[in-house]
């Protein structure tokens, strides 16, 4: 039994006494004791049961999505264009689907990105430029993402054309 103090590695498993086959449950780090007032922690622990790790998630994007993802692009790039926040090179870059361009473009600066750009990823990119320079409600535009997702967004960005 010991006092948890400075240095003491908490773990949030059940630990089983070999001596005398207790069991407790270390669950809330702010919590070590026993219902007697006594601090109760394991010492020489060995794990016996490890969880396998999580699959990572693999999102499947179907056309109708994609589709909607790259419209969405399109309007939040007319709408920066119409700003003369950025080069109506997007635009053409965006068709063309040269994302790695048009995040370079969006973020004024050479596009290093070692990982694969798509359409939502670039569709993120110009929607934060949209809440950065105030030309959309950023907290109406947060919520219809969180909440609706792509076909929130083409309405929504459609009203602040000129």
Avoid at 133 to 151: A, F, K, M, T, W
Wanted: charged share 20%; hydrophobic share 40%.
């Amino acid at each position: 039994m010991e006092k948890p103090g400075i240095d003491v590695f908490y773990v949030n498993y059940t630990a089983v006494c070999t001596h005398c086959g207790g069991v407790i449950q270390f669950g809330d780090p702010s919590y070590f004791n026993n219902r007697e007032g006594v601090y109760v922690w394991a010492f020489d622990q060995t794990l016996l049961h490890a969880r396998p790790p999580e699959p990572p998630i693999i999102r499947i994007v179907d056309e109708v999505k994609l589709q909607a993802q790259k419209k969405c692009l399109h309007l939040a790039l007319r709408l920066l264009v119409q700003e003369k926040n950025v080069v109506d090179t997007v635009l053409s870059l965006a068709k063309e689907e040269q994302y790695c361009k048009v995040i370079a473009l969006l973020e004024s600066k050479t596009c290093k990105l070692v990982e694969e750009i798509n359409a939502e990823k670039c569709l993120a990119s110009a929607l934060h430029q949209l809440m950065t320079h105030c030309i959309v409600d950023s907290n109406q535009l947060l919520s219809i993402v969180i909440n609706e997702s792509y076909p929130g967004i083409e309405p929504f960005l459609k009203q602040y054309m000129k």
